[in-house]
């Protein structure tokens, strides 16, 4: 299959990384040619220099024989203006445009036709959303949802006295008293799909697979107190702050948005009436004192400078504020940040990357297709969610019987409604879906592709 | 300064007047009130001739018209018009002194109905008509009329925008439509049809057709000139009904109608100000209603007299059908607090304007809140838009010259040795634009005792009150007859 990815930024460069490695055939466009140099050192790819959005361009990165267009430059209008560019050029094309100016999102997901897009992404939406959604089950790092919101891989960190430190996974039950499954473990920067005697360890980030409706239960008995957050201190006043103020306070949550910028804070006041906005520099330790940050519920970091939001997180977890979250840009794979207490880790980046990756990975293959793809353990695994259809194998046979590739889990099978955390008598049949979880350095196409 | 521009527009403004007078001169004629008709066809004469000289000397400016020239065209062309509209006052010598003449001609263009007259019955019905209809024409302002009906040529320079600013109340004035004659038409249009509307209503209550016209032209420019001495209180409790209801949708903004006939009933029902002009009326009838307990005989007409009362102080109409000064000081303290605030922006009413009162109360708000936590940032939002610091700052400039030349005006009408209260609430009637005030100038009394120079003042306060301050004010500052400075 072939993939225009107009724009070399860092969504761009990071799909690039991606979708190369998969085996696709990659041309990038980008006006820049020095970051085209150095991405076309890297990676197998064609790189065309030139405006994306002109004909002439688009003609010389071929796309009339292309299968797939990305544009994700840094501007809307151009992104816009390529996909439509691209479709008139060749009718078959399929369209994915990043589009992160709030007041164009509505209309153009109401005019989708009429711009040629098959997909929309807004980064900093998404990423609002995954925010919203941690801070409504404190205690959790990360959660990914599958099979439309029943079930879930939550991320976890097992502190010291924890209440599942130094338990093997098979004692687990007694514990939390509900099913789930360790499906990754990250010790030490490296991810590792456990057995059944693992014995988890005081720093270990556990990824546990369970139903939704669970997780409560599951907190709870873990000792881990969820009380719905209050009020939340924003620092950072962008895009993402607007749509995770706008999302916190019609449910009522309080909220603090702390910004550097004048313009800014009367721009976010203005269209946040009930948000407490602070024209103040989040770095200082006073200010955030004064705003109450000791007593406050969560902490949000959102600046656009990965270093100024990892100093305040650390400042937050010095102040003992029971959620953190950190968004990070370029940094979010550092292995030297996982010492540190940073609370979740949110990168907008990397959650639009996600979503394409899926998007393509459908295209590729219609029957027997990932539903949801999901990178876990920092990138290291993915968790796949499939459908079981007439050209699976192994239909019915229990799970233990089946050679199932080294690093491979399967880690919820759903029958229709019915939902179960899988033993090795367990099997699946025709129209089941199921989760699997997967090393990164191997990809899955389809559910027969983890049998040896 | 644009000095042929300006004459145009006085010279058409005067065209306008002298159009106007001619249905008085015609009642004089069939009424055959000899005085009056000489009166009329003098001063018709008089201003056809000063209208015509204007329009003659004036002729094509290529210069351009600045926000200058529009505020100071607007306050001279209200004065030149009160001081030929007493004209037919003075002539027919029915009120013989010329500075009363002025003083009844100006309460009746700045909508106040403030009289120095006792006895009015005894005027002649033309007269009596040209006194009511003033109040029709200032109501509306007789700039936005004649950008109404001018040629759209001339109005659709950008220019008119200035005029239409300087001559509308309110803080915030912006057109309707993109088109200023079209604006100016729709304001009218909605004008005419409500006024046909209180006509009818009027007429349906038994009132013979001469009482209702000039009833409902007091009531739309929210005026207040009755043609009975005992202004509304002989009609019958439906009649004053009729005029309460009135009085109260003449002091909305004209743009909540608007919005009506475009069918944005949400927006007008979430509009802010009209949310605060209607709470605060049905807030004072409350208040007072309570007060008056055992005052009159039934609640009925405790209520009637209560809502009416409160109806005409608010909208700045100045009608009553009863002497509240004779209520009790709780009663009293709320009638004077409705004097200040008045009527809605936009609307025909006078006042500090509910709009202002929105704007200063939600910015000192903000600045109270300021002060506990210097680092937040806080917009002032009215029906959900911000409001822009400019527009703060003004209003509060607004209210300190609205405070300084209440004091002025206070201390020199001080000198006629009245009580406090007579001179104060003389000063706060007139600069409200309302009518009557209470003890010497209650709604059953005059201001015909006043010295000359109280009456000078009150003039000035009148016009001030009607064209928001600062058109006045700018006549009288050094800086606005010299050359503008680069």
């Given amino acids: 299959?072939?993939?225009?990815?107009?724009?070399?930024?860092?969504?761009?460069?990071?799909?690039?990384?991606?979708?190369?490695?998969?085996?696709?055939?990659?041309?990038?466009?980008?006006?820049?040619?020095?970051?085209?140099?150095?991405?076309?050192?890297?990676?197998?790819?064609?790189?065309?220099?030139?405006?994306?959005?002109?004909?002439?361009?688009?003609?010389?990165?071929?796309?009339?024989?292309?299968?797939?267009?990305?544009?994700?430059?840094?501007?809307?209008?151009?992104?816009?203006?390529?996909?439509?560019?691209?479709?008139?050029?060749?009718?078959?094309?399929?369209?994915?445009?990043?589009?992160?100016?709030?007041?164009?999102?509505?209309?153009?997901?109401?005019?989708?036709?009429?711009?040629?897009?098959?997909?929309?992404?807004?980064?900093?939406?998404?990423?609002?959303?995954?925010?919203?959604?941690?801070?409504?089950?404190?205690?959790?790092?990360?959660?990914?949802?599958?099979?439309?919101?029943?079930?879930?891989?939550?991320?976890?960190?097992?502190?010291?006295?924890?209440?599942?430190?130094?338990?093997?996974?098979?004692?687990?039950?007694?514990?939390?008293?509900?099913?789930?499954?360790?499906?990754?473990?990250?010790?030490?920067?490296?991810?590792?799909?456990?057995?059944?005697?693992?014995?988890?360890?005081?720093?270990?980030?556990?990824?546990?697979?369970?139903?939704?409706?669970?997780?409560?239960?599951?907190?709870?008995?873990?000792?881990?107190?969820?009380?719905?957050?209050?009020?939340?201190?924003?620092?950072?006043?962008?895009?993402?702050?607007?749509?995770?103020?706008?999302?916190?306070?019609?449910?009522?949550?309080?909220?603090?948005?702390?910004?550097?910028?004048?313009?800014?804070?009367?721009?976010?006041?203005?269209?946040?009436?009930?948000?407490?906005?602070?024209?103040?520099?989040?770095?200082?330790?006073?200010?955030?004192?004064?705003?109450?940050?000791?007593?406050?519920?969560?902490?949000?970091?959102?600046?656009?400078?990965?270093?100024?939001?990892?100093?305040?997180?650390?400042?937050?977890?010095?102040?003992?504020?029971?959620?953190?979250?950190?968004?990070?840009?370029r940094l979010e794979n550092n292995t030297i940040l996982d010492a540190l207490p940073l609370g979740s880790i949110i990168s907008p980046k990397e959650l639009s990357c996600n979503n394409i990756v899926q998007y393509v990975r459908a295209m590729q293959n219609q029957t027997g297709a990932a539903l949801t793809v999901y990178m876990i353990a920092d990138g290291q695994a993915e968790a796949v969610e499939f459908m079981v259809d007439q050209s699976t194998l192994h239909c019915g046979e229990p799970l233990k019987k089946l050679k199932i590739k080294k690093n491979v889990l399967v880690v919820c099978i759903m029958h229709g409604a019915q939902l179960e955390i899988p033993n090795g008598d367990s099997s699946f049949v025709r129209g089941d879906t199921v989760i699997v979880v997967t090393g990164a350095d191997r990809v899955l196409y389809k559910l027969n592709d983890i049998f040896e | 300064m644009n000095y042929k521009m300006m004459g145009r527009f006085i010279g058409r403004i005067l065209l306008v007047e002298a159009v106007f007078m001619i249905p008085s001169l015609v009642i004089s004629l069939v009424k055959q009130e000899n005085m009056a008709c000489t009166g009329f066809a003098a001063s018709i004469g008089i201003t056809l001739a000063l209208s015509l000289l204007l329009l003659v000397l004036c002729k094509g400016s290529k210069r351009s018209f600045k926000a200058r020239d529009g505020l100071v065209c607007v306050g001279a062309s209200w004065i030149v018009m009160s001081l030929l509209g007493c004209l037919p006052f003075y002539i027919s010598r029915e009120i013989p002194s010329y500075l009363d003449a002025l003083f009844e001609t100006v309460s009746g263009f700045t909508t106040t109905g403030s009289s120095i007259l006792s006895e009015i019955e005894g005027l002649s019905m033309s007269i009596l008509y040209w006194r009511s209809f003033t109040h029709w024409l200032g109501g509306m302002g007789v700039l936005v009329f004649v950008l109404a009906v001018g040629a759209s040529g001339e109005s659709s320079k950008g220019f008119t925008m200035h005029l239409l600013r300087a001559e509308s109340p309110g803080p915030q004035v912006g057109k309707l439509v993109p088109k200023m004659k079209k604006t100016a038409e729709i304001l009218y249009l909605i004008y005419v049809l409500l006024t046909i509307v209180n006509i009818a209503f009027l007429l349906f209550g038994g009132m013979p057709l001469f009482e209702a016209v000039c009833t409902a032209f007091g009531t739309a420019g929210t005026g207040g000139f009755g043609i009975k001495n005992d202004s509304i209180a002989g009609y019958s409790p439906y009649i004053q009904n009729v005029c309460t209801v009135f009085m109260l949708l003449f002091g909305v903004n004209f743009s909540c109608y608007y919005m009506l006939l475009l069918r944005q009933f949400y927006s007008v029902f979430k509009d802010e100000e009209l949310r605060l002009y209607l709470g605060v009326v049905f807030g004072s009838i409350v208040l007072i209603t309570l007060n008056l307990r055992g005052f009159y005989g039934t609640f009925e007409e405790t209520v009637r007299h209560a809502s009416f009362q409160v109806a005409s102080i608010v909208t700045t109409t100045g009608y009553a059908t009863t002497d509240f000064d004779l209520w009790p000081t709780f009663s009293k303290a709320i009638i004077l607090g409705l004097m200040v605030i008045g009527a809605s922006a936009g609307s025909t009413g006078g006042g500090f304007k509910c709009a202002r009162v929105l704007i200063i109360v939600k910015g000192l708000r903000r600045n109270l809140r300021r002060a506990i936590s210097p680092q937040k940032v806080q917009v002032v939002r009215i029906n959900d838009n911000m409001v822009d610091e400019k527009v703060l700052e003004n209003t509060n400039a607004y209210l300190s010259a609205y405070v300084i030349i209440l004091f002025l005006s206070f201390i020199v009408v001080s000198l006629d040795r009245f009580s406090v209260m007579t001179s104060l609430t003389a000063v706060l009637s007139c600069f409200n634009n309302i009518g009557p005030g209470l003890e010497a100038v209650g709604p059953t009394c005059n201001f015909g005792d006043f010295s000359w120079l109280s009456k000078l003042v009150l003039i000035g306060d009148m016009l001030a009150g009607r064209l928001e301050i600062f058109p006045i004010l700018i006549l009288f500052s050094r800086t606005t007859w010299g050359r503008l400075k680069g």
Avoid: W
Avoid at chain 1, 9 to 17: A, R
Avoid at chain 1, 139 to 166: M, N, P, Q, S, Y
Avoid at chain 1, 177 to 197: E, N, Q, Y
């Fill in chain 1, 1 to 329: 299959m072939k993939i225009i990815i107009a724009g070399d930024g860092k969504v761009g460069t990071m799909l690039t990384k991606q979708l190369s490695a998969e085996g696709y055939d990659l041309t990038l466009i980008d006006d820049n040619p020095k970051v085209l140099e150095s991405t076309e050192e890297r990676y197998d790819i064609m790189a065309v220099q030139g405006n994306c959005a002109s004909m002439e361009t688009l003609e010389r990165a071929g796309v009339k024989e292309t299968d797939l267009l990305i544009a994700v430059t840094n501007a809307d209008e151009i992104n816009l203006l390529c996909c439509m560019t691209a479709h008139g050029m060749n009718p078959d094309i399929h369209t994915i445009a990043r589009i992160r100016n709030p007041e164009y999102t509505d209309q153009i997901f109401k005019m989708r036709s009429l711009f040629a897009l098959s997909m929309m992404i807004n980064p900093e939406r998404q990423a609002a959303v995954e925010i919203e959604r941690l801070l409504k089950y404190p205690g959790f790092l990360k959660r990914d949802t599958f099979a439309k919101g029943r079930v879930e891989i939550v991320e976890l960190r097992v502190d010291a006295g924890h209440k599942l430190c130094d338990i093997a996974l098979n004692d687990l039950y007694s514990i939390v008293k509900c099913k789930i499954l360790v499906c990754s473990v990250i010790r030490g920067g490296k991810a590792i799909t456990p057995g059944g005697d693992f014995v988890l360890r005081e720093g270990d980030r556990i990824f546990v697979t369970a139903p939704t409706n669970v997780l409560t239960t599951l907190l709870r008995n873990l000792g881990i107190i969820t009380h719905k957050a209050k009020r939340v201190i924003l620092c950072g006043g962008g895009r993402v702050s607007y749509y995770l103020a706008q999302m916190l306070l019609r449910s009522g949550i309080g909220v603090q948005i702390v910004e550097q910028n004048y313009e800014k804070c009367v721009q976010l006041a203005n269209m946040l009436p009930k948000a407490t906005v602070i024209h103040g520099d989040a770095t200082k330790e006073f200010l955030l004192d004064n705003e109450g940050i000791s007593d406050c519920d969560a902490l949000v970091t959102l600046t656009g400078v990965d270093e100024m939001n990892i100093i305040i997180s650390l400042y937050g977890s010095s102040c003992k504020v029971p959620q953190i979250i950190t968004k990070l840009g």
